[in-house]
Structures are given as structure tokens and as C-alpha cells.
């Protein structure tokens, strides 16, 4: 048996002169040095050169404090929002797959893990020395992931509840294979699951053809939402004329669970007539909301109020710490400089997903008893926390954790060949 293994990584980051740890953090510290050079020309080389060297330099980057200069502040605020913008554009491109040679299944995706950063759990024992036989080379996740798969009879569940990861089993018995009908773009895997045509029998007019369609991503990123525009979407019939999509409802939207790596969207048609036997091609595009790298929030003064940290593109406001009868109320702000709608009130969810908790002098984190919303607006959002303490909270922090950018990304797909009912 003859295995071979090549760590592949993302397209965009695979033309990234690879330089190790210790060099790029001697090479960020000299830049951020001469961003405060005497010579205007030389600060912007070191700004452009801080912007280039990519999302890799963002957590070697300098903490703002109260001794940085407003100039180095300002052009590290600008690098920051560039770079987190570009680390959620990257996050919404496929992981690449190389992977040649016949393996067990266990050996197969713990390649994959390795190569993506993608986990799937769940595998038995008497699935793990399944023998797969694999020719990846610069293969989307979705699809190596599926071959694989689709060789050892298993499939995804849906509902597995592993945070994180994709949750395999058994492939119920006459499910068509992974790979047949599925469509992959970027991060995302398109699948129809299921087509229902109701006719009214006692009303004709009354008629109607929905397509099931389950939404994946790669588990590694979650997207805050999706949505689907109704006269986005192009359908056409084996002969070729055009199926009716319903767009009365104008758009589908979603929001996503950390948990669960897939969401279904419900496609309305007009009842076609019943010479049409499939659909021969359904065209669309879903906008996708994807989060950049997650930054952390300290706030050590609980006594203050006001108090404002921001980072990239993302400002968190301490409004004030409080006891209300028996409990402790942390009011927060969190304001988005391009929010792209992720604050809505229907795509909304994620802000009260995000970790935040009060940290003692002894570094004990207490979890909050409950939240809830207090304000909503186009581009900020409030929150308040609740804690129950039992002492005063001298000595304590609070810290917060968000996304630092949110990318609305179009995401285009096309399904072939689904028979109707």
C-alpha cells in the first residue's frame, strides 16, 4: 500500500512567501517602528508593506495603548480593517485537498483535517480501516469529502450536535451517492433534498411546487447568515423553457447555528405542467455574511462608563456595570463600521452568540445567567449581561469576543438534472 500526503492550503494563501514565526514577527515589529518614522514617505511604505505581508501579521500586530502615538494608531487602525476584511474574503474560499494512494478511511480524514482544518467526528470502529482509495490533487473539500464518503456507504448527519465539526453515519439504505447532484462553490456545498408539488383538487388555481434545498459550509467557518433572492434564481425544464420561481415572498434568509454546519432553504415554484419531467438546470446566487477573525475586548475598569475599545473595523462600547436587586448587569455596545445588514433584526442572532464573560483577580472566568437585546440599529447593537456574583466585583474584568469584520460575499451555484415528482 503506498500513501502519499501534501499539505495544501487555500489558493489565495498559497502564493504567500512562507516565512517562519519568529522572522515575520521581527519584520511586523520593524514596520510598526518606522510607522512612526520622521519621514512621511517611509510610514506609508510601512503601512502598505504591514497590508501585504496579509492576514498571517494581524495577531503579531501591537495592542493600542494610551503611550502609542495617534499616527502609529491611526495607520494600524486602517492596516487592522484592511486585513480583516481580507481574512474573511479568504475564509469564504474552498480548502484545497492533495491526497494520493489507497488508506484506511481514519487515515483519509485525518489527512483532511490536517490539510483544512476541518474536523468530522463521529466515525465507528468498524468504519475507521474502511480501504478508500483516493486521487485528489487540489481538490475542494466537499468533494474529496464526499468520495470519501460515498466509498465507505456513510453520510453527514444533519443533527449530529459536535460543535465544530461534521458528524458522519451510516447512509440510510437507497440514498443516492454524496457526489450525484451535489454542487460546490467556495466554502459551500449545494444539495437538493426534496421537491413537493400540491395541486387543489376543490381550488385549481390554488398550486404550487417547492424545492428543498440543505445549504452546507465547511465547519471550519460559519457564516452569520444566508440569503437567497427569489429573482435571483433561473430554472429551466430538459426542453428548455423557463420553470416560474414564486418571488412574492423576495428573498430567503437564514440565520446559522455554530452547531449545526447546514441550513435548508425552500424554493417556491409555479406548478409546472406535467409534461415537464425535471429540472434541467437551477441557477443562483446566495449572500453570504462571513465573520473575519474573532478579536478580544478587555475592559478592566467596571466603574467606568462609556468607555470605548475598538479594533478594526469593530468598536465595543462598556456602557456601564450595575446591581439590579440580586443580580449584576453589564451593558455593552457593539458598533460595526460596515455592518452589510448583519444587524438586522431577522440575521441578528449571532451578536448574542458572541463569548463574553467577567474574569476575577485570580483569572476565574464567571459565565453570565442570561442576556438580552436593549438596542438595535442599522450599525450597533446593544446587549446586557447578567451575573450573579456574591461579592462585589473589585478587581474584575470583563471580556468580550466578536468578529472584527463581516463580509457579505456572493456565492453563485448551479444544480442540474432534479426529477420532478
Same mark, same amino acid.
Given at each position: 500500500?503506498?500513501?502519499?500526503?501534501?499539505?495544501?492550503?487555500?489558493?489565495?494563501?498559497?502564493?504567500?512567501?512562507?516565512?517562519?514565526?519568529?522572522?515575520?514577527?521581527?519584520?511586523?515589529?520593524?514596520?510598526?517602528?518606522?510607522?512612526?518614522?520622521?519621514?512621511?514617505?517611509?510610514?506609508?511604505?510601512?503601512?502598505?508593506?504591514?497590508?501585504?505581508?496579509?492576514?498571517?501579521?494581524? *495577531?503579531?500586530?501591537?495592542?493600542?495603548?494610551?503611550?502609542?502615538?495617534?499616527?502609529?494608531?491611526?495607520?494600524?487602525?486602517?492596516?487592522?480593517?484592511?486585513?480583516?476584511?481580507?481574512?474573511?474574503?479568504?475564509?469564504?474560499?474552498?480548502?484545497?485537498?492533495?491526497?494520493?494512494?489507497?488508506? =484506511?478511511?481514519?487515515?483519509?480524514?485525518?489527512?483532511? @483535517?490536517?490539510?483544512?482544518?476541518?474536523?468530522?467526528?463521529?466515525?465507528?470502529?468498524?468504519?475507521?480501516?474502511?480501504?478508500?482509495?483516493?486521487?485528489?490533487?487540489?481538490?475542494?473539500?466537499?468533494?474529496?469529502?464526499?468520495?470519501?464518503?460515498?466509498?465507505?456507504?456513510? %453520510?453527514?448527519? %444533519?443533527?449530529?450536535? =459536535?460543535?465544530?465539526?461534521?458528524?458522519?453515519?451510516?447512509?440510510?439504505?437507497?440514498?443516492?451517492?454524496?457526489?450525484?447532484?451535489?454542487?460546490?462553490?467556495?466554502?459551500?456545498?449545494?444539495?437538493?433534498?426534496?421537491?413537493?408539488?400540491?395541486?387543489?383538487?376543490?381550488?385549481?388555481?390554488?398550486?404550487?411546487?417547492?424545492? %428543498?434545498?440543505?445549504?452546507?459550509?465547511?465547519?471550519?467557518?460559519?457564516?452569520?447568515?444566508?440569503?437567497?433572492?427569489?429573482?435571483?434564481?433561473?430554472?429551466?425544464?430538459?426542453?428548455?423553457?423557463?420553470?416560474?420561481?414564486?418571488?412574492?415572498?423576495?428573498?430567503? %434568509?437564514?440565520? =446559522?447555528?455554530?452547531?449545526?454546519?447546514? +441550513?435548508?432553504?425552500?424554493?417556491?415554484?409555479?406548478?409546472?405542467?406535467?409534461?415537464?419531467? *425535471?429540472?434541467?438546470?437551477?441557477?443562483?446566487?446566495?449572500?453570504?455574511?462571513?465573520?473575519?477573525? =474573532?478579536?478580544?475586548?478587555?475592559?478592566?475598569?467596571?466603574?467606568?462608563?462609556?468607555? *470605548?475599545?475598538?479594533?478594526?473595523?469593530?468598536?465595543?462600547?462598556?456602557?456601564?456595570?450595575?446591581?439590579?436587586?440580586?443580580?449584576?448587569?453589564?451593558?455593552?455596545?457593539?458598533?460595526?463600521?460596515?455592518?452589510?445588514?448583519?444587524?438586522?433584526?431577522?440575521?441578528?442572532?449571532?451578536?448574542?452568540?458572541? @463569548?463574553?464573560?467577567?474574569?476575577?483577580?485570580?483569572?476565574?472566568?464567571?459565565?453570565?445567567?442570561?442576556?438580552?437585546?436593549?438596542?438595535?440599529?442599522?450599525?450597533?447593537?446593544?446587549?446586557?449581561?447578567?451575573?450573579?456574583?456574591?461579592?462585589?466585583?473589585?478587581?474584575?474584568?470583563?471580556?468580550?469576543?466578536?468578529?472584527?469584520?463581516?463580509?457579505?460575499?456572493? +456565492?453563485?451555484?448551479?444544480?442540474?438534472?432534479?426529477?420532478?415528482?
Amino acid at each position: 500500500m503506498v500513501t502519499s500526503l501534501v499539505l495544501v492550503v487555500c489558493a489565495s494563501l498559497a502564493q504567500v512567501e512562507p516565512v517562519d514565526p519568529a522572522t515575520l514577527q521581527t519584520r511586523v515589529n520593524r514596520l510598526v517602528r518606522q510607522l512612526d518614522s520622521n519621514s512621511l514617505a517611509e510610514r506609508v511604505a510601512a503601512e502598505q508593506a504591514l497590508v501585504e505581508l496579509g492576514p498571517r501579521a494581524l *495577531e503579531l500586530l501591537p495592542a493600542v495603548t494610551p503611550r502609542t502615538s495617534a499616527e502609529v494608531k491611526d495607520r494600524l487602525g486602517r492596516v487592522r480593517t484592511v486585513l480583516e476584511k481580507r481574512a474573511a474574503e479568504q475564509a469564504a474560499e474552498a480548502s484545497l485537498v492533495t491526497l494520493e494512494g489507497e488508506m =484506511t478511511l481514519a487515515a483519509a480524514l485525518a489527512a483532511l @483535517e490536517k490539510q483544512t482544518g476541518n474536523r468530522v467526528a463521529g466515525l465507528r470502529s468498524d468504519n475507521e480501516a474502511t480501504q478508500v482509495k483516493v486521487d485528489f490533487k487540489d481538490a475542494p473539500f466537499w468533494q474529496a469529502l464526499d468520495s470519501l464518503l460515498d466509498q465507505a456507504n456513510l %453520510t453527514i448527519n %444533519t443533527f449530529g450536535g =459536535t460543535p465544530g465539526a461534521l458528524t458522519v453515519m451510516a447512509a440510510p439504505e437507497g440514498q443516492r451517492p454524496r457526489s450525484e447532484g451535489a454542487a460546490y462553490q467556495g466554502v459551500f456545498r449545494f444539495d437538493p433534498l426534496r421537491i413537493e408539488a400540491v395541486r387543489n383538487l376543490r381550488n385549481p388555481d390554488v398550486q404550487q411546487m417547492r424545492l %428543498t434545498l440543505e445549504v452546507s459550509w465547511e465547519p471550519r467557518v460559519t457564516p452569520l447568515s444566508l440569503e437567497q433572492s427569489l429573482d435571483a434564481l433561473t430554472a429551466t425544464s430538459t426542453e428548455g423553457s423557463s420553470l416560474a420561481i414564486d418571488n412574492s415572498r423576495g428573498s430567503l %434568509t437564514a440565520s =446559522t447555528n455554530a452547531d449545526i454546519a447546514s +441550513v435548508e432553504l425552500e424554493i417556491p415554484f409555479e406548478l409546472p405542467g406535467r409534461d415537464v419531467k *425535471e429540472i434541467a438546470s437551477l441557477q443562483g446566487s446566495v449572500t453570504a455574511l462571513i465573520p473575519g477573525l =474573532t478579536e478580544t475586548y478587555v475592559f478592566d475598569n467596571l466603574q467606568a462608563r462609556g468607555v *470605548e475599545n475598538r479594533k478594526a473595523g469593530v468598536t465595543v462600547v462598556f456602557d456601564q456595570m450595575r446591581k439590579n436587586q440580586d443580580l449584576y448587569e453589564v451593558r455593552i455596545r457593539v458598533r460595526l463600521d460596515q455592518a452589510n445588514d448583519a444587524l438586522a433584526s431577522h440575521l441578528a442572532a449571532w451578536i448574542f452568540s458572541n @463569548e463574553a464573560h467577567l474574569q476575577d483577580a485570580a483569572g476565574k472566568q464567571i459565565e453570565s445567567v442570561g442576556r438580552e437585546g436593549y438596542l438595535q440599529a442599522a450599525n450597533e447593537a446593544g446587549v446586557v449581561y447578567r451575573f450573579d456574583l456574591e461579592e462585589a466585583p473589585t478587581g474584575y474584568k470583563f471580556v468580550y469576543k466578536t468578529p472584527a469584520a463581516i463580509v457579505k460575499t456572493p +456565492v453563485e451555484y448551479e444544480l442540474k438534472n432534479i426529477p420532478l415528482p
